[in-house]
Structures are given as C-alpha cells and as structure tokens.
C-alpha cells in the first residue's frame, strides 16, 4: 500500500440531515448518519513530500479541509459540475496561493462540459478579463484519458449521470465512482483487478439520476473489488441499519473513513495496475 483514501464526505446533494427535516436520520446522534457533501482525498509520500488530491470540490469543501488538516493540494480531479462537487472551489485560495509560490497554480482536471460550467460560474476566477486580484491560482485542463500526478495515474472511467454523461476515477487498484444511475458496458473492463470499489447508492426508492442500494450492490458484486463502499447517501438510509442488510464486503461509507490504498506507482516498486486487464 503506498497511498491513503479518506472520505471527506459521503452525503447526496443536500447533505444529512437535510434543512428542515426530522426524520430518524437527520435527527439521529450516531455521528456517521451525518453525512457532508461528497468527496475523497488521497495522500501519499513523494521523495519525502506529502502529495495531496481530491476528487471533487463540495460546498463542505472548507469544513472538510479544516477537519482533515489539508495544507496543500496538488491537483483536483471533478466528475461533474453539479453544485455538490463543484461549489467549494473558491476555497481552494489559500491553499492555492501557497501552491502557486512553490511553483504555479493547483491544476484542475476535467471534460469540456464540466469546464465550461467552472467557467461560467466562477467567471471571476478563470475570465481573462477578471480584475479580481484574489482569485484562486487554479489552471482547467481538459481531462485526458489517462492523467499522471506526481508518479499516480488517473484514469478516466465514463459513467451515466441521468441523460449526462460524467467521469468517475481509477487510481492503482482503486475506483470512485459517484452519481451514478448507469455503467456503460464498455467502462466494466476498465474496472477490474480492484481491492476497493466506491460507488454511489442513493437510497432503496429509484430515483432519475441515482442508482438505488439494490443496483449498485449488483455492480458491486459484478465488478468484484474485495471491499466496495457505498457513497452520496440520502437521509433514507441510517448507517447501522442499512449495513445490517448489505453482503459481505460491502458497506455504507462514513465521512472521515481512512484507509490504504494501492495507487500502483511504478517508482514505489509496485506493479503499476492502472490499465484494464
Ligand atoms: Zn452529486
Ligand atoms: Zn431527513
């Protein structure tokens, strides 16, 4: 193992508790029924440097940042643009501020659709014609489909949002896959050989643009990853009770979970698993 995983939140869009609801979820006093929007971080050491990326930007992004003690980020990798990944970009200043004194803007990784929304919404930061002089020292790349950072490779998994199609991530022997309401068949193959899955399970009652617990643990149990946690989680589903339910090797995610995670770096003397066999 040679990275770290950590859920940064596990949530659906609205978080949980949900404003204005009481039901047993939202009013519950485990602390993993509280769930912040969804993201995950990955760290790992690099020629004695912490390096550091996530996946997706939340409007809990700042809350996730203090609570995991972030103090740089190298690279940012988005799904999609919908408010829950994309709305904490802004607070990527400080830390892109130092990132760009030690050698430029953070990068921020994703397709012509999802950059086009980043632009548009946050036109201060990225319009050439922006006189706003604290803007966040971020660069948008088209993503690619493969993506190095610091010796990790990100490839590009495609996945069915609703009517949009969005990109989920496989990192060494890792996947995150969120939003999810379908898998190309073509986007199986890319998925094997994995030791963790994430995927996203919105609650039992189907939804347009979500899978439900039962699809995604059919997934789960196709794909075959030896640990799949589930992720973007409604206020349907209390943690205990729904992991009573789920099979072996399969479980509902918690903010702040943390655990290793193989990132296949060839430099690290690790067999680099990132391609489909
Ligand atoms: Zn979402
Ligand atoms: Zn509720």
Request: hydrophobic share 35%; glycine share 8%.
């Amino acid at each position: 193992m040679d990275g770290t995983l950590t859920f940064l939140g596990t949530g659906t869009s609205t978080g949980v508790p949900t404003v204005g609801c009481d039901c047993a979820v939202c009013t519950s006093t485990d602390p993993h029924d509280r769930r912040l929007r969804p993201s995950v971080l990955l760290r790992w050491q690099d020629g004695g440097r912490e390096r550091v990326v996530l996946i997706d930007t939340g409007p809990d992004f700042r809350e996730q940042a203090l609570r995991n003690g972030l103090t740089r980020v190298d690279a940012v990798f988005y799904t999609h643009s919908h408010a829950d990944h994309i709305f904490g970009l802004d607070d990527l200043r400080p830390l892109s501020f130092t990132a760009f004194r030690e050698g430029g803007p953070i990068p921020l990784y994703a397709t012509p659709k999802t950059i086009a929304v980043l632009e548009r919404i946050f036109d201060y930061t990225f319009s050439p014609q922006s006189t706003y002089p604290n803007r966040a020292r971020v660069e948008l790349h088209p993503l690619a489909e493969r993506t190095t950072v610091h010796g990790v490779e990100f490839l590009r998994v495609p996945v069915r949002h609703g009517a949009m199609e969005i990109v989920g991530y496989r990192f060494g022997r890792t996947a995150y896959l969120t939003d999810v309401s379908a898998i190309p068949e073509s986007s199986f193959p890319l998925l094997t050989g994995l030791d963790c899955l994430i995927l996203s399970a919105l609650r039992h009652k189907p939804h347009p643009t979500h899978a439900t617990i039962e699809q995604a643990v059919e997934w789960a149990q196709r794909i075959g990853a030896r640990q799949t946690w589930l992720t973007h989680i409604s206020h349907d589903l209390g943690h205990e009770q729904t992991n009573r339910t789920l099979p072996d090797g399969i479980r509902l995610a918690y903010d702040g979970l943390s655990f290793p995670v193989d990132l296949g770096r060839a430099n690290n003397g690790v067999v680099n698993s990132g391609t489909a066999n």
